[in-house]
C-alpha cells in the first residue's frame, strides 16, 4: 500500500498514543522529545486524544524557568478493546482498557468436530458478552473487537479464505460474528496479532525495524519495517515458516520439504525428540502442548535427552534466525508466542549462542535477540490493538462527527452511532 | 529510520519525476492518476522540477470540453548524472542524461595486485573525466557521481568499511574520491543500486513491494518495500544470499554452511557443473564470466550437461525465491544482475517452474517473477540514480539558494556553487 500524508498522521497518531501509554504521566514535550515528532504536531495530535476520551489531563509539573507543562495520561477507562484468539483447541476471548491491561478473560475449549462456523461463532458471542459483563463496562464503552484467526484471513472484506485448524473454506467470518456481537470487528491472523503486540506493548515499541518470531504449532515471522507491519501486497506477508531450511529435508503439510517450520513449530520439536529419544517418557504422542511442557520442564531439570532437543531446535532456529538479521538489518528479533513462552530464557540463551555462526558480523551487532516480554497471551492483545488502531484510523478532526468509515471496520452499524468512536 | 512528511514528499518528488520519465509527454492530470498523489500536490511538485529545470512544458492537449491541458516531458539535458560499478576486476563509468538514457561509457580494467584504494580512485576519476568529455556536458551540468561499491559501505560517511575483493579496511572512499572528482558523490552497495535502477527504470516502476534478486559472483536481494528501498537499521540490508538453503551444506566465504550465494551465485554455478561433469568443457577454471558464458551458450544449443547444470540452478533459486514469496508477499521478483543476464529466459522459464513448489498459493498468485527489463548495466544505472535522488532530496522550495546539505553528499563544496542543484 502507498504511503499517504494521511498514513504518516495516522502513524503518528498510533505513535503518540503508543508513548502516552508507555510512559503516563508525561508532557507534550517528553512526547516530542520521544517521539521525534514536533511539539506542534505532538500539540494537534494530544489535542485529537483527549477529544477522543483516550487521552486526559492529569495535572502540571514544573519546568526549570519556565510554565508549568501540563501532565497527559492514558484515560484507561475512556475506552474498552477485545481481543479474540481462535486457536485449533480453544476460544479465548480477553477485555483490555485503554492502558492495555486485561481487565477480563474468557476461555471456551474447542472439541474436535464443534468447530463448524456457526459453533464457533456462537463460542465467541458468549465469551465477548461474557468479558463485556465480568469487566462491568458499558457495551457502548467497547471501541471494537479484534478477532486473530490462524491461516488465510481477508482483513478488508473479513473472509477466513483457508484456515487449516478447522478446514475451514471462504467463511465469512465477521459476516457472521457481526449478527451477534454489537461492535466494530477487526479480522487479521496471529503472525500480524503479536507484532501489533510487540510494537505497542513489547520489544519493538520505539523500533522502527524489528521481526517478531513466533513459535507455536505453526511458525511465522511478523514484520515490523518503518514503524509499521508489513503486509505484503495480498495480506499475506512474514509466512517464514515456510522457508526452505534443509533442501529435501522433511515434508511439510504445505506441500514443501524441509521447512522452518518442520524443525521449529511444535510438532517439528517433536519429531526432533522422536530423533533423540523414539521412545522418550517426554513424548506425549498427539499432545504438542503437553510434550512441549515436559520437555521444558525437563530442560530446566538438566535432563540430558531435554537438553539436545532444545540443542537441536536452537540450532535449527538459529539459522532461520540469522538469515532474518541478514535480510532485514533489524533492531531487534523477538520470540514470541506459546514455544517461546515455554522454554524461555534456556531456549534463547542457545539461539543467541548458535546466531553468530549463521549471521553477518554487520547486521548481528546491531541486532538484539529477546522474549517476548508481553505478559499477557500476545494474540489477544494484538487482536485487541487492532481494535484500538482502528478507532484511532477513523478518529481525528471531527471523525466523532463522522459516519461510520464503511464496511471493512463496522460489517453493520453501530447501534450506539458514530459518537462511540 | 523514521519517515517524516519531509520525506513523503521527496518520495512523492521521485514518484512524480519516475513517472515524468516513463511517460513523456504526460499532463499533471495524468501524473495524477497515475501516482495516487491530488492534482495540488503534482501542480507542486511539478512546479519545483521545473523550477530546477529537470522537467519542461512541452505544448499542450486537448481536454474534452475542458481547457487545453500543458504538457511537460523531462529535460534530458537539464543535467547529467555518472553511475560508477566498482567491480572485482573492473571500473565501469556511465554517463546518462535526465532521461536515464547513456550518452558515455568507459571501462577500465583492474588486474590483480593493482586495486590499492589511491590506484582505484585514480581509475574512476580518469573515467569520470573522460565520459563528460566524451559526452560534450559542461561540467556544471553534472549533477552528482553515485558510487556502487560491493561489501560493507556507509553510505553517511562515504567509508568501505570492509570490500572483500579488494580486501579493503576502512577505506575513506568519498573522502579520497572528492580530491579528485568535483561533483556531488554519493557511496552504496550494488545491491542497492540494483533495487533503484528497477525502481526507476524497470520492473518495480509503479510498484510498493518488490524484490530484486542480484545474482552475480555474490547474491543478494534488494528490498523495495512500501515504494522505497529498505535499508535497515545499520544499512546493511538484503544479505539474502547468506540465507541458509542447506543446514550443513557447501562451505561458504561467510563462514557459514549452505548458504543461498553457494549454490547459486558464479563460483556455486561453477561447482553444480563440478557435480555433473567434473571434466566438463565448460568449465574455464577460475574464470567464473567465461564458463557462466559458455554453460548459457551450452544452454540456447540444448547440450545435456549445461541443460542439468541449470535445472539444478534453478531448482536453488527457486526454493530459495519461494522463500522470498512467502516472506514479503511482493508484487515482482525480478532477477538481476549479470549471470541472470547471461542465462536469460531459460533460467527464468526453470525458476518459474519449479517456484510453485516453495511458494504458498496465496502470495504466489499475487506475484511475478521477471528477468531485469533494464537494458543497461544496472549497478551503473542505479548508482546514477543515487545521484538523482540525492539532487532531489536536496531540493525542493527554495533548494536551489540553500546551502548544500552537509558533507555527506557532497564531501567537499560545489565549485559552481549551490545554484548547480
Redesign the interface.
Known sequence: ?????RD?RT?NRYQVLRQVIAASPTSRQELAAAT?LSLATVATLVGELLDLGMVTEVGFEDSAGGRPRGLLAVHASGGALIGVDLAETYVRVELFDLALTVLARAEEGVRPGESRPEQVVDLVATAVRSVVARAGVEGARVLGVGVSMPG?VDRDTGVC?YAPNWDWHDVPLLGLLADRVDHPLHLDNPLRACAVAELWSGAARGH??AVVVNLGTGVG?G?V???GV???????????G??????D?RPCH???HGCVETYTGAPGIMLNLREVSPDSPLLHPGDQTATIDALARAVRAGDPVAVRVLGDTAR?LA??V??LI??????VVVLSSWVAAAFGEPLLDAVRAAVP??A?P??L???RIVLSPVPTDPVCLGAATFALEGALRSAGKGARHRAPAGPRARPRPLPQGPGQV
Chains 1, 2 share one sequence.
Open positions: 500500500m502507498r504511503r499517504t500524508s504518516i502513524a521525534g488465510q479464505a522502527e525495524d515471522a514484520l519495517l518503518g514503524g508489513h503486509r505484503g501486497v495480498s495480506d499475506s506477508a512474514g509466512e517464514w515456510h522457508t526452505t531450511l534443509v533442501l529435508g504445505c506441500g514443501g535449527y539459522a532461520g540469522g538469515g541478514n535480510l532485514f538489518n533489524p533492531e555462526r549463521h553477518l554487520r547486521p551487532a546491531a541486532t
